[in-house]
């Protein structure tokens, strides 16, 4: 399984012969824009975890591009889109499906989720995928929850996507203890530096997991790692 990150909390996952791309906010990323066309962006599937614009930006615009993309989201992210006309598959929390490149839970996230023009988007949501025999966790914009417990029974995680950015989501410090609770030891940062609110020390960050023996990765913006 292959993992890029397309900067904010824009995940490019490739596995099972699918390109399967994360809340995609590249056009409206100050530092991501100039690395990237959108247009040229290839995907199968367009996976989005709550409404806020910082995660759906570009969503018409790259299904537009890919005709045959299909939206993975909860119930009301779907239904907004389709209006449009653009294809998806409808979830909701607790719920697993047996996509073509592998299996995709949807879990809990403890945020907000609301489209730019006020329309309700449903509950914010985390997601586990497993394919080709390993399990990523994304966890979406949330803080610290309990409910993290609750992963592993879904999937033994090589690896948990966690927001690290504070302020709108979990801190260093509380995205740690995440890691504790969804037992997963490597963790990749996201959400964090884009705006001023989310600006982090990364230094200080890595030095917060280590000491709770974990492993925080921080990849410049357009790189990519394998699990
Ligand atoms: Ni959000
Ligand atoms: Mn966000």
Redesign the pocket.
Known sequence: MKISYLGH?TVLIETGGKKIIVDPFITGNPLAKDKFVLEQIEVDYIMITHA?Q??VLDVEELAEANPQARLISNYEIITYFSRDGIDGHPMNHGGSWDFDFGRVTMVNAWHSSSFADGTYGGNPAGFVIESEGKAIYIAG?TGLTLDMKLIPLFAKLDLAVLPIGDN??MGPESAAVAADFVACDKVLGY?YDTFDLIKIDHQKAKETFAKAGKELILLPIGDSMEI
């Open positions: 909390a806020h910082d995660h914009d709108f989501t959400h």
